[in-house]
């Protein structure tokens, strides 16, 4: 679906206020810093603005603009799908590295930073292995080895290539679940306890000392009753700290910023302060994966701007939210769109049933949204006292 119409309006108010504010060079001002790119602005504040990448809209030489906007706008990279176990191992023993090489290949050549995603999740694993559990061909002592070796081979291909690895993803329940009382989850729990958790950080270190270490959920943007039964932000803020607490080398939390517009969502004091709170443990902190995605009501596809401008509007003001609150705490290092365009976006695909669409920053036609102006502003005007330069962290032996 082309939602182009009506963006058109929105664009030319834009550029007016763009032309507007704009004032001749002075010695005081010697340029628009309104001109820069999310990437330049981010770096004044040593903070690295990322996107996700769609490697087929990468290489896609009938869509040249997307190279563009990777390379210009962004100073950090995530493969979508590039370095998830199903892609790498798609049959036992033979590695497919092709995808994933020119993904690290490509970041280097634009200088940007990777954030490696992801070592250990119990989605997207190969088959092969999921079958040869559930058949008892494959049992705990071996599944162990294999996890280990996973992780051992391909932190060492890339070793000093990735910045922060997501070393173990979405491994914490929400209170939605059956029980209610948050847990350890899925595939690698139910099959070895929740000690994997700290054996993924102890392999992945030993492969790569250099690497920024991280634990990555959703859902943890903020916390809530501060009860860790049923507060998901509180719970993995305990294992963080419980783990630091047994000498695990874990050097970071990644929350990842998945929000709707249809929720009530946060405001950037109650960002900070979950920040800081993992920051007091001594951690870094980024945003991993943030969309704000918007019910794509019947209004919204025939391009009524009365149901779409407020759906703009109040993405614009949850990426705002989430960037706020990294750039106030020093500990925050990255800030991460998961997709920068509609284009390219997971959202409509998985969000199907009711439709939902709009959660990026770019619109289908690579025209920037009021999010990334809120960006842009947030990333120009913000400053000393209350932000601080990035506390740069040492990978935790």
């Known amino acids: 679906m082309m939602l182009r119409r009506w963006m058109a309006a929105g664009l030319v108010a834009v550029a007016t206020a763009g032309a507007l504010g704009a004032v001749p060079a002075t010695a005081n001002r010697p340029h628009d810093p309104t001109d820069r790119s999310l990437r330049a602005l981010a770096l004044r504040h040593k903070l690295h ?9 990468l290489t896609d030489p009938a869509d040249p603009r997307y190279r563009e906007l990777v390379r210009e706008e962004f100073s950090s990279v995530t493969a979508e799908n590039e370095m998830k176990w199903e892609s790498l191992e798609p049959t036992r023993g033979n590695y497919d590295w092709g995808p994933a090489d020119a993904f690290v290949a490509a970041a ?7 954030r490696g995603h992801v070592l250990v999740w119990q989605n997207q694993v190969p088959k092969w292995l999921t079958d040869g559990v559930a058949d008892g061909s494959i049992g705990t002592a071996e599944l162990r080895e294999i996890l280990r070796h996973h992780i051992t081979t391909v932190v060492s291909r890339y070793r000093g290539r990735i910045w922060q690895w997501d070393v173990v993803n979405e491994a914490v329940s929400d209170p939605w679940d059956t029980p209610s009382t948050l847990h350890y989850k899925g595939f690698w729990a139910e099959h070895l306890g929740p000690g994997y958790i700290a054996d993924a950080f102890r392999w992945a270190r030993a492969a ?9 959920d959703y859902n943890i943007e903020a916390f809530g009753s501060g ?8 719970f993995v803020h305990d294992m963080a700290r ?25 405001d950037p004091i109650q960002v900070a302060d979950a920040l800081h709170r993992f920051a007091r443990l001594g951690l870094a902190t980024a945003f991993t994966e943030v969309d704000v995605r918007s019910r794509l009501t019947d ?17 614009a003001a ?7 609150g990294c750039l106030a705490e020093p500990r925050c290092l990255s800030f991460t769109v998961w997709g920068f365009t509609d284009r390219h976006s997971w959202v409509p695909g998985w969000f199907d049933d009711p439709p939902e669409g709009l959660a990026t920053i770019y619109d289908e036609d690579y025209r920037p949204k009021r999010a990334y ?7 120009v005007y913000a400053g000393p006292p209350y932000v601080l330069p990035r506390v740069a962290p040492k990978p935790r032996r």
């Open 299 to 315: 209004g919204v596809q025939a391009g009524d701007p009365e149901e779409i401008n407020p759906r703009l509007q109040a993405s």
């Open 208 to 216: 790569d000392p250099g690497a920024l270490l991280f634990y990555n």
């Open 373 to 379: 102006h809120l960006i842009k502003a947030d990333l």
């Open 108 to 114: 280097r050549r634009n200088d940007q930073r990777v």
């Open 318 to 324: 949850n990426f705002h939210a989430l960037l706020q």
């Open 242 to 266: 419980d783990l630091l607490a047994q000498g695990v080398p874990i050097d970071g939390v990644g929350s990842q910023g998945h929000l709707g517009t249809q929720y009530g969502n946060y």
């Open 49 to 57: 603005i990322g996107t996700a990448v769609d490697m087929a809209a």
């Open 227 to 234: 009860n860790p039964a049923d507060d998901k932000t509180q």
